[in-house]
């Protein structure tokens, strides 16, 4: 996974995350909305029930509608004298003594008072009842729902940044080691030169480039595409940050020119999103001369220029002229 992969799953698993964390504190908020709906009922429910029968029947009306009270905290009623004359508490620790209490604190997150004075037989009463909204229990509920979801995320959040870090140390060793195909050296390839020379075989430089520094910021990727393409992973170097060089033995710059076509193709194919762009390629080979890396380098590097500029086909092989070389270096020859 390039870095440019891990922002984008980092952006997905970002995205899922918050909106799990939203759709928990939504449907939170719905149930604190169903609570003070369900406390006014309740509060209705009083009110009908002492109109409609008596202070000492509520006792009852309580008991049979305490699953739809479930808000329900006290209730407590004076008369006109301010004389308490009934009064209820769910929580088994409330007092008569401490019940008027409850009802002059002000309303907020945690309870809800409702007020009333009604007539009943002509007689004014008033009524106060108090319900709680949030207990400790809900919060704590809301906090474990909370801490499961940070601590999934978290713990996703350090697989990612273990797994990338994995990776980018792996590309680090890559990179430094100079035994490793990774490492360029242009006495590596003055080498395999004389050893092609040396067994009168031809050989092939090719080297690859990609608009806008794409290479280099997924160099990784593209190194392992190579891989699995060409067999000789030895042959394979990294020739600048958005290039690079392989060398394809026993091969002809023809033939050369067609497996790289053949590679192009290829890599459309199994390449990742993020290696979705196009490629260009400057060719050049032996040809039966002895050269050095230096001068193989030269000829690739013209033919790339000229692919990179020619949008038609990207593929360009340098043709040198055995004959013409042979002169040159006669006349190097000659002028020393």
């Known amino acids: 996974m390039g870095k440019s992969g891990f922002k984008l799953l980092l952006i997905i698993f970002s995205f899922v995350f918050i909106s799990l964390l939203g759709t928990l504190l939504v449907l939170e908020s719905l149930d604190f909305v169903q609570k003070q709906e369900k406390s006014l009922n309740s509060f209705e429910i009083i009110q009908n029930s002492l ?36 009064f209820f508490s769910a929580n088994s620790k409330d007092t008569k003594e401490d ?98 020379a040396s067994f009168d075989h031809d050989i092939v430089l090719t080297l690859i480039r990609a608009p806008n520094n794409l290479l ?28 690079f060089c392989i060398l394809i033995p026993n091969i002809d710059l023809e033939k050369g020119i067609q497996q790289i076509e053949t590679f192009d193709q290829t890599f459309v194919n199994i390449s990742s999103k993020s290696l979705k762009f196009p490629i260009m390629f400057g060719l050049s080979s032996r040809n039966g001369r002895l050269i050095s890396g230096n001068v193989i380098l030269k000829e690739a590097k013209a033919a790339l220029k000229k692919a990179m500029s020619n949008k038609s086909y990207p593929i360009i092989g340098f043709r040198p002229n055995p004959a013409l070389y042979r002169e040159y270096l006669s006349k190097i020859q000659r002028n020393n």
């Open 99 to 196: 019940i008027p209490n409850l009802f002059n604190k002000p309303n907020s997150l945690f309870n809800n008072t409702y007020t009333k004075e009604i007539d009943i037989f002509d007689i004014k009463y008033k009524i106060y009842a108090s319900f709680n909204l949030l207990t400790k229990k809900n919060i704590y509920s809301l906090f474990q729902k909370l801490s499961i979801l940070i601590t999934f995320y978290l713990i996703v959040l350090i697989a990612l940044i273990i797994n990338i870090s994995t990776k980018n140390e792996n590309n680090i060793n890559l990179k430094n080691s100079k035994t490793d195909s990774y490492f360029f050296s242009e006495q590596k390839i003055t080498d395999e030169l004389k050893k092609s």
């Open 51 to 86: 109109k409609e029968g008596s202070i000492f029947s509520l006792s009852e009306v309580l008991f049979k509608n305490a699953e739809n009270m479930s808000t329900l905290r006290s209730v407590y009623i004076q008369n006109i004298n301010n004389k308490p004359i009934y």
């Open 216 to 243: 280099k910021e997924n160099s990784q990727e593209f190194l392992e595409v190579l891989n699995k393409y060409f067999p000789f992973k030895d042959l394979i170097f990294k020739y600048d940050d958005n290039t």
